[in-house]
């Protein structure tokens, strides 16, 4: 089955700089591969996402990007706010045959410092 | 439009003993899925549902634990009997076939 990698665990960043969040993941089936944001004690809401046939895509201060023959992509958040600060997970599946539940990610704490 | 519905939002047994869940998807979504989310972890994949049908229980520990979605609508998990190592928040998610999945609130569950 599918294996995704997730790097840092922890991600502390002053308030106005960059953010960077590495996925690996570890089959080439895999073809979509969304972003989700969790605040404490609430639910995983999406933030972006991308699909196998696009190598980037940008939502105003975020971005993803995939290199498939490196089975790896990434979130970028620029110009970080307080409200930032959450749990973000990647995860990835296989859409087109049926079964297309996501394998996750262990998480990354990002923490944005005044 | 309104969102994933889930209830219990918390639930407290003791092991060995029985617990349900309950999920109402987004109106339309014919896929359905149930998550178990273990403190400090990403979701993991329990169960999905295409309509009324199974499309992946692959990692549903069916010793203990069931789904059902008789109506292809409503959805209810169970665990029985319930173990320690069960306690985790349980979160249902529902789309469109092959699109976004969007998360409910979730289930607390607390095993003691």
């Known amino acids: 089955g599918e294996n995704v990698e997730q790097h840092p665990s922890t991600l502390s960043v002053q308030e106005g700089d960059s953010a960077v969040i590495k996925c690996t993941y570890s089959?080439?089936?895999?073809?979509?591969f969304p972003w989700y944001k969790q605040e404490l004690g609430k639910r995983p809401q999406l933030i972006i996402d991308?699909?196998?046939?696009?190598g980037e895509k940008k939502d105003q201060r975020i971005a993803v990007t995939l290199n498939k023959t490196a089975k790896h992509f990434s979130l970028h958040i620029t110009e970080t706010q307080p409200e930032d600060s959450a749990v973000y997970f990647c995860?990835?599946?296989?859409?087109?045959?049926?079964?297309?539940?996501?394998?996750f990610g262990k998480g990354t704490h990002l923490i944005i410092q005044p | 439009e309104a969102g994933v519905a889930q209830s219990p939002r918390y639930k407290i047994i003791e092991k060995r003993q029985s617990v349900a869940f309950w999920c109402n998807p987004i109106?339309?979504?014919?896929?359905l899925y149930w998550y178990q989310q273990i403190l400090g972890q990403g979701p993991k994949l329990l169960i999905q549902?295409?309509?009324?049908?199974?499309?992946?229980d692959s990692q549903l520990p069916k010793d203990r634990f069931s789904a059902e979605r008789l109506k292809g609508v409503d959805s209810t998990l169970k665990i029985q009997p319930a173990k320690l190592e069960d306690s985790a928040v349980y979160l249902c998610?529902?789309?469109?076939?092959?699109?976004?999945?969007?998360f409910g609130p979730g289930t607390r569950l607390l095993v003691l």
């Open positions: 089959d080439s089936a895999s073809n979509y």
């Open positions: 998610a529902s789309s469109f076939p092959q699109e976004t999945q969007y």
């Open positions: 991308i699909r196998s046939n696009v």
């Open positions: 995860a990835a599946s296989t859409t087109g045959g049926g079964a297309d539940g996501l394998t």
């Open positions: 109106s339309g979504h014919a896929t």
């Open positions: 549902f295409q309509n009324n049908g199974v499309v992946d």
